[in-house]
């Protein structure tokens, strides 16, 4: 008998989330033996009982949309770099000169004490600090200000990219991608259906008969196949099976060229929006 077959990791199934398990469970019934013992047909049966399930649980859902909360986050860094830059653009000029630059700078202080580095966050802590940053903006009176020295288009910006990014992560409005309860249940349901398949598959195996070797090998190909293509990696939580979802990472920002002075010691002129931080790591998707 090959120790291939009994090798353990056929006693763990490959890491796939729901999609995957189903499309992993609906090719091993296809491979499944014709002429197989009584227990491994009623741990057939139990697995396709349980795939019917969870199909039509899949059936019922939205489909995803992975680039939405990637386009969300993009576009709330955007809004607040487009506002932290006019407002720090006044920054530059003589205090004394120009009565905006004592504006500029209590509003950068205010708002924007650390820079932009609260863009580099994972998304719902960035949203936190974004909310943070409005309501600081009520509380203190400072709309007129920033309308004073941004204008009030930047500010809208900020408040439309920032209700969509709370409606997107499911934050502000309840998320209609998010996992539901009878989701996990049904995906634990045949993850341990399959289970129990192979483990009567392995039951069938004897030493003397090479055919039921052969049978076995035939039988689980399909999960061979799928836990060759899987990427590894599992979630915190296996109990509802390892889904595998990776959130997206926000494209690069190139920075703006530096101020660039103008004649002897004259001030220098007014900088472009700051660049907005990348993030080094993935960020936590929408659950």
């Not at 989330?17 to 741990?43: E, F, I, Q, R, W």
């Not at 650390?114 to 960035?126: A, N, V």
């Not at 539901?180 to 004897?206: G, S, T």
Request: net charge negative; aromatic share 4%.
């Amino acid at each position: 008998m090959s120790n291939e077959l009994v090798s353990p990791r056929y006693f763990q199934l490959p890491p796939l989330d729901a999609p995957g398990t189903v499309a992993m469970a609906t090719s091993t019934l296809a491979s499944a033996p014709k002429a197989a013992p009584p227990a491994v047909k009623k741990a057939l049966k139990k697995v396709a009982s349980t795939l019917a399930e969870m199909k039509e649980v899949l059936a019922g859902e939205p489909i995803a949309m992975p680039d939405v909360s990637r386009a969300a986050d993009l576009s709330l860094d955007r809004s607040w770099g487009g506002l932290s830059g006019r407002i720090s653009s006044y920054t530059f000029l003589p205090e004394d000169l120009y009565p905006k630059v004592s504006t500029a700078n209590e509003l950068m202080r205010t708002l924007f004490p650390d820079g932009l580095s609260f863009l580099k966050l994972p998304y719902r802590q960035e949203w936190a600090e974004s909310e943070r940053r409005l309501e600081r903006i009520e509380m203190m009176g400072l709309e007129a200000k920033i309308h004073e020295v941004a204008g009030r288009d930047h500010l809208e910006e900020v408040r439309r990219a920032h209700r969509v990014y709370g409606e997107v992560l499911g934050i502000t409005r309840p998320n209609p991608l998010a996992q539901a309860p009878e989701r996990a249940e049904k995906l634990r349901a045949l993850r341990k259906a399959l289970n129990h398949y192979v483990l009567n598959l392995l039951a069938c195996l004897d030493e003397e008969d090479p055919e039921t070797e052969e049978m076995v090998r035939r039988a689980l190909q399909p999960i061979d196949e799928f836990r060759a293509a899987a990427p590894g990696r599992r979630s915190a939580s296996d109990d509802d099976g390892p889904e595998t979802e990776v959130p997206p990472v926000a494209s690069p920002v190139v920075a703006s060229p530096p101020p660039v002075a103008v004649g002897g010691g004259a001030a220098p002129i007014a900088p472009s929006p700051a660049p907005i931080p990348v993030r080094s790591t993935p960020t936590d998707a929408p659950s």
